[in-house]
């Protein structure tokens, strides 16, 4: 029996106190409501350590050390375990709103009500969604833009500043049906600057697109990269931004990312091919397209290149000395797929080329390490016949499996092999110096090899070719084609 001289509140039922304190713990505030009741006396203590219903609102604030918010909010949603919880982020930068939620995304299964006030002010309701939360991936696409300097008042730095209107993105998050009509869920957010590592919590979403805004925005390779060590569930990863005259690798030691799950990888419109390439580690991956990544200018790249000693194979210039108009943007995409394809061995299966070129000696050196492509398309290379003459069958002497093993009856010393081994469709587009015999010969000798070896049950053929805009190849050419490739040259001239 408690004495006389014991508080009333001290004699409220267990119940009656959980509700109280539930209320409390429903006004916004920052003082930690929860930990304070807690240590008022041992009774109020067990009381809140023991009712998950007291932790369900979660209250983040920028004014506070990254760590301690995401201390505090994986605390709270281990206490208020297993009932939902409502999260409410205070953010004057909307670059701090993805730090600061980054430790909630990892149970979005349990999420309620989540609230977004000061630069960005969004409510969203994730139970009105009939939401698959069995996903380990619950997010499934992260949209980042970042928007650089000239962008500051927009993304609301300045307080003082009119900028609201001027946000790239009106909601943070957006629902979308998939192909099976469950609803998906991506998130859309402009950023001064990708977050650092340091301040963010590993983040489980399957498809990332970062978004360059302009030119005022230079690309941070090191912060990037670093910025993809929070993502190690990644499975779609595109990148666009500016390729800049004269762009620099900015300082910072270039370390290679782990992305185990990575299955298709786009580089669009930027100057850090060639590191971005190097440092990550995809042995899954299965599509890689590189766009618009030629440029006319010399690319300053000494800072990364100093890093590699020995000097990579390769680096020296090319001894085909075939013409190109963008030499030192063909050396950096070259290299950088080579750095990938050495490093992680992936089972690529799609390269897509478009406006994005190599040497003659790197297109011959991915050739010999592409054993599993299907599938590659090339748009607007300088490419000549000697690249197309690395399709055709070869001798060679040593034996391999697949195509490799095909030997000629009447030379037991040798014996044929091609290069792509698994290639099923090629597609050539605005390609101008390659001659159109050197495609007609080449593509012939091709085909009636992989077609033998097919029926021997010994590889893969061609089954699809297309050719246009090249203007070296005529109706000609293509009616020459046609006769040994019949119908599978589609859309050729």
């Known amino acids: 029996m408690p004495s006389a001289a014991t508080p009333p509140v001290s004699r409220l039922p267990p119940e009656l106190l959980i509700d109280i304190f539930v209320s409390c ?27 998950p219903r007291i932790w369900q609102r979660i209250y983040l604030y920028e004014h506070h050390p990254v760590s301690v918010s995401h201390d505090q909010a994986l605390w709270w949603i281990y206490k208020s375990c297993p ?4 999260v409410r982020i205070e953010a004057r930068s909307i670059d701090m709103i993805l730090p600061l939620l980054s430790p909630v995304l990892h149970h979005m299964e ?36 970042v928007k650089g300097v000239s962008a500051i008042d927009a993304l609301g ?29 991506s998130l859309h957010l402009p950023v001064y600057a990708l977050p650092l590592a340091s ?5 489980p979403v399957a498809s990332l697109c970062i978004t360059e805004f302009s030119l005022d ?27 800049q005259e004269g762009e620099p690798i900015l300082p910072g030691f270039l370390l290679p990312v782990e992305l185990p799950k990575l299955r298709i990888l786009l580089l669009r419109s930027t100057c850090s091919v060639r590191p971005l390439l190097s440092h990550i580690d995809a042995p899954a991956l299965e599509e890689l397209y590189l766009e618009h990544t030629n440029v006319d200018f010399a690319l300053r790249t000494e800072p990364y290149v100093a890093q590699q000693l020995p000097s990579e194979e390769g680096e020296s ?60 398309r090339i748009v607007g290379s300088d490419m000549s016949d000697r690249v197309v003459a690395m399709l055709a069958p070869y001798r060679r002497r040593t034996f391999s499996f697949g195509l490799m093993n095909l030997k000629e009856p009447d030379d037991p010393r040798g014996s044929w092999a ?29 085909v009636r090899f992989t077609d033998w070896a097919m029926e021997e049950g010994m590889g893969e053929t061609i089954e699809s070719v297309v050719i246009a805009g090249c203007s070296e190849f005529t109706h000609q050419h293509s009616n020459e084609l046609a006769e040994t490739l019949g119908e599978r040259l589609r859309g050729s001239v």
């Not at 629902?175 to 998906?184: K, R, T």
């Not at 301040?199 to 983040?203: E, G």
């Not at 690309?219 to 666009?240: G, K, S, Y």
């Open 83 to 86: 009932l939902p919880f409502d």
């Open 25 to 51: 713990s429903d006004i916004p505030s920052d003082e930690l409501t929860p930990v304070l009741l807690g240590q008022v006396c041992r009774y109020w203590r067990d009381v809140t350590y023991l009712s």
């Open 199 to 203: 301040v963010m919590k590993p983040i």
């Open 217 to 243: 925005v230079t690309t941070d390779v090191v912060r990037m990269l670093n910025f993809l060590r929070c993502m190690p569930l990644l499975e779609t990863l595109h990148f666009a931004g500016w390729p």
């Open 110 to 145: 349990r999420l309620g009500r989540l609230t977004i006030s000061g630069a960005h002010q969004e409510v969203f309701d994730f139970s009105k969604f009939n939401f698959d939360r069995s996903r380990r991936c619950f997010i499934n696409g992260l949209n980042v833009l």
């Open 317 to 376: 210039d090319d001894e085909a000395h075939d013409f190109s108009q963008s030499p030192w943007s063909d050396q950096a995409t070259g290299m950088g797929l080579r750095a990938l394809l050495r490093r992680s061995r992936p089972p690529l299966r799609v390269l897509h080329m478009d406006y994005a070129d190599m040497r003659t000696k790197d297109f011959r050196w991915c050739f010999d390490h592409l054993e599993y492509l299907r599938e590659f």
């Open 418 to 446: 091609v290069r792509l081994p698994s290639l099923t469709r090629l597609m050539v587009w605005h390609c101008q110096r390659v001659s159109g015999a050197a495609f007609v010969e080449v593509l012939q000798e091709r």
């Open 157 to 185: 730095v300045n307080p003082d500043s009119d900028g609201s209107d001027d946000r790239p993105f009106s909601e943070v998050f957006r629902v979308h049906e998939s192909s099976d009509g469950v609803p998906e869920l």
